[in-house]
């Protein structure tokens, strides 16, 4: 893993505002070579989903499992600007458990703000079935925005900032397509990463701007959680080095390296008390 990654650890501050806040916002982490790698990647596998799937070109498309797909998507997996800010969140015992690429296309003006895609919390029946009060963490999200959000009506998603420790929400009448006057647009600028807690109720919006609204979203968990896709990149595992083989689920034990891991099942954690110390290991 590069070194240089030793740069970017979790600051306190950024610590601070997501147990708070539940998410903080990275600009600058993608160059603009990158995201024009990035874009164009995107913009293959959007085209070849939505001819696959008839979607007509006004329609939202979120494409699961999609990092394969390009070696361009890949290298975000465990980007020196993120990653350690990863692991300073969650700890060493890490995994790829869900990714999916977002474009949501302009569509005609309405007057409204349009919150189609409803309020929720990530990952499903985990929120149905934690009985404690606020549930676990879990994991958590890290998006990567190749369109500018940084003014509403460009498909950002809401968030209800510090709704991470509620289970639930009173939303007007039941209604979780309703406005809620706590929530605030995500304003996330071109080539910018949103880190957020799985647990943040939050909601998709419609995209009045004149470009399509690109985001990738890479979903990192504790290892004992069973994936929520394919993750088909573990097929590459030959070609990658120990601390990406783990990223996609390795397991020098089998299922049982999953819960009570040896230092060959998560080879990460070795790497950061080689570089930083025990005392950088979480629990």
């Known amino acids: 893993m590069n070194p240089t990654c030793l740069d970017y650890c979790l600051t306190e501050a950024e610590h601070q505002q997501f147990e708070k806040d539940g998410y903080f916002i990275l600009e ?9 790698r990035l874009s164009e990647a995107a913009d293959r596998v959007d085209a070849e989903e939505r001819a696959k799937r008839g979607l007509e070109p006004h329609a939202r498309l979120s494409v699961r499992d999609f990092i394969a797909r390009d070696a361009a998507f890949m290298e975000l997996v465990d980007w020196h600007k993120t990653f350690p800010k990863v692991w300073g969140i969650l700890g060493w015992n890490l995994q790829i458990y869900h990714s999916h690429l977002t474009m949501t296309p302009p569509q005609p003006t309405t007057n409204g703000r349009d919150l189609k895609f409803s309020w929720h919390q990530d990952s499903g029946r985990l929120n149905a079935e934690m009985e404690t009060n606020p549930r676990p963490r879990v994991s958590l999200k890290v998006a990567y925005f190749l369109t500018s959000t940084s003014e509403t009506g460009r498909g950002n998603f809401y ?13 007007p009448n ?7 006057k706590e929530s605030v647009p995500v304003l996330a600028p071109k080539g910018s990463a949103v880190f957020f807690d799985r647990r943040l109720w939050h909601s998709a ?7 399509p609204r690109k985001v990738l979203f890479y979903g990192y968990s504790y290892r004992w959680l069973r994936p929520r896709d394919e993750v088909s990149s573990g097929k590459f595992w030959n070609d990658f080095d120990p601390i990406r083989r783990q990223l996609f689920g390795y397991s020098a034990q089998g299922g049982y390296g999953y819960t009570s891991p040896k230092d060959e099942d998560v080879p990460l954690r070795t790497w950061i008390a080689e570089h930083l110390g025990e005392e950088a290991l979480i629990p």
């Open 28 to 36: 600058d982490v993608l160059s603009s070579d990158q995201i024009q």
């Open 159 to 171: 968030i209800i900032p510090g709704s991470q420790l509620q289970n639930q929400i009173d939303f």
């Open 174 to 180: 039941g209604d979780r397509k309703s406005e809620v």
């Open 205 to 211: 919006s419609a995209n009045y701007w004149t470009q």
